[in-house]
């Protein structure tokens, strides 16, 4: 798990920008491609969980800030699984190589992550969050809140 930790924060600790725009095009560069950024700020839209794409990147980055929970989905021959939960509300989700998979609203309607990932054959670890990968997260929040 620290090893997936690692990969995420060496890929957000040379966050900067000084426009909102500047932050979403850099938010969009921690998915696997631009295009799976776009498919998901469109889902959240159409589910009105979000007003634009700027939202999306300050509720994503709020969960990390704020998660107090982890759950590791690892799979013996496929890609493994990090999620980040916030008070349960908000997900944001990982792949091994510290890519955004995708980043959500609570969906009592979705099969939660754990059910889903133990029953795909994953072996589960729950933990809670280390304060220092928390404080990375509250530094890009209180950057956000400068834009």
Same mark, same amino acid.
């Given at each position: 798990? #620290?090893?997936?930790? =690692?990969?995420?924060?060496? *890929?957000?600790?040379?966050?900067? @920008?000084?426009?909102?725009?500047?932050?979403?095009?850099?938010? @969009?560069?921690?998915?696997?491609? *631009?295009?799976?950024?776009?498919?998901?700020? &469109?889902?959240?839209?159409?589910? !009105?969980?979000?007003?634009?794409?700027?939202?999306?990147?300050?509720k994503?980055?709020?969960?990390?800030?704020?998660?107090?929970?982890?759950?590791?989905?690892?799979?013996? $021959?496929?890609? /493994? *699984?990090? *999620?980040?939960?916030?008070?349960? /509300?908000?997900? %944001?989700?990982?792949?091994? /190589? !510290?890519?955004?998979?995708?980043?959500?609203?609570?969906?009592?309607?979705? %099969?939660?992550?754990? +059910? #889903?990932?133990?029953?795909? !054959?994953?072996?589960? +670890?729950?933990?809670? %969050?280390?304060? &220092?990968?928390?404080?990375?997260?509250k530094?890009? =929040?209180?950057?956000? !809140? $400068?834009?």
């Open positions: 798990m #620290k090893h997936i930790e =690692q990969k995420i924060l060496s *890929r957000v600790t040379s966050f900067e @920008a000084n426009t909102k725009e500047e932050a979403v095009a850099y938010f @969009a560069k921690l998915w696997h491609s *631009r295009i799976a950024f776009e498919k998901h700020v &469109k889902k959240r839209l159409d589910e !009105g969980v979000i007003s634009d794409e700027y939202d999306y990147l300050q994503t980055i709020e969960c990390l800030a704020k998660a107090d929970e982890y759950i590791l989905a690892a799979y013996e $021959k496929s890609w /493994d *699984r990090l *999620r980040y939960a916030s008070n349960g /509300d908000w997900f %944001v989700i990982f792949n091994e /190589d !510290g890519i955004i998979l995708t980043s959500h609203k609570k969906d009592e309607t979705k %099969v939660p992550f754990e +059910q #889903k990932h133990a029953q795909l !054959g994953a072996k589960l +670890q729950k933990g809670k %969050v280390d304060e &220092k990968f928390r404080e990375v997260f530094s890009i =929040q209180a950057k956000l !809140g $400068k834009l």
